[in-house]
């Protein structure tokens, strides 16, 4: 994939992804529906293979899940000439989701901390959680959805509820989960 991407472009790209940092309560992988809609389905910077590989490569390495984010700069940046705008993007788009929310993050942390005994500070941290489960449920579906193809994928229908029914309802650790579904992957069970 080749494109010509000029400064607006990567002024465009940065002012969604502040947007975008301002709404990802719960961590960056909760706008990923959003990133989807932009970088695939709007703008075709990227393709559906290069956006599934950027979110489970980063899911798969060691560190903050946001790297995922950088991935996607760095491929927007390699379809628009190599390795050099592949830094340019992760640039722009680590910036973009970092800034607002971090500093956000620190000034509320600090106020809430001061405040924490207000009834209406406790009311909002709890009135906060169904929204970040539902954007996390957004995240889950957009990543499924490119996977299962028909009802011929039941397999892997049923292992994402039993996994996330097990999740919910047990302290299992997800590192026994990831490996069941490496062994299950491995002799091509789903």
């Known amino acids: 994939m080749s494109l010509a991407l000029h400064w607006s472009d990567w002024l465009a790209m940065f002012g969604h992804f ?4 301002l709404l990802s309560i719960g961590g960056a992988i909760s706008t990923a529906p959003d990133m989807h809609r932009y970088l695939v389905d709007r703008q075709h910077w990227l393709t559906d293979p290069q956006f599934n590989a950027s979110v489970a490569i980063a899911q798969a390495a060691p ?10 700069g760095w491929h927007v940046g390699l379809n628009a000439g190599g390795p ?5 993007g992760v640039l722009v788009t680590m ?10 993050t620190y000034l509320a942390a600090s106020w809430g901390h001061r405040n924490r005994e ?3 500070v406790r009311a909002f941290k709890q009135g906060m ?9 957004a995240t889950g579906w957009i990543l499924a959805s490119a996977n299962v193809t028909s009802l ?5 229908i049923v292992l994402t509820g039993v996994t996330a029914l097990v999740v919910w ?3 299992l650790h997800l590192l026994w989960l990831l490996g069941a579904g490496a062994v299950l992957g491995w002799f091509s069970w789903v």
């Not at 560190?63 to 996607?72: C, E, K, R, S, T």
């Not at 050099?84 to 340019?88: I, K, V, W």
């Open 18 to 21: 502040l947007l975008l940092s």
């Open 63 to 72: 560190g903050p899940n946001v790297l995922f984010v950088a991935l996607m």
């Open 84 to 88: 050099l705008t592949g830094l340019l």
């Open 95 to 104: 910036l973009g989701i970092l800034l607002p929310s971090t500093t956000l």
């Open 118 to 120: 207000l009834r209406w």
């Open 129 to 137: 959680a169904p929204i970040v489960i539902a954007l996390l449920i």
């Open 152 to 156: 011929k994928d039941w397999p892997l």
């Open 169 to 171: 309802r047990t302290r």
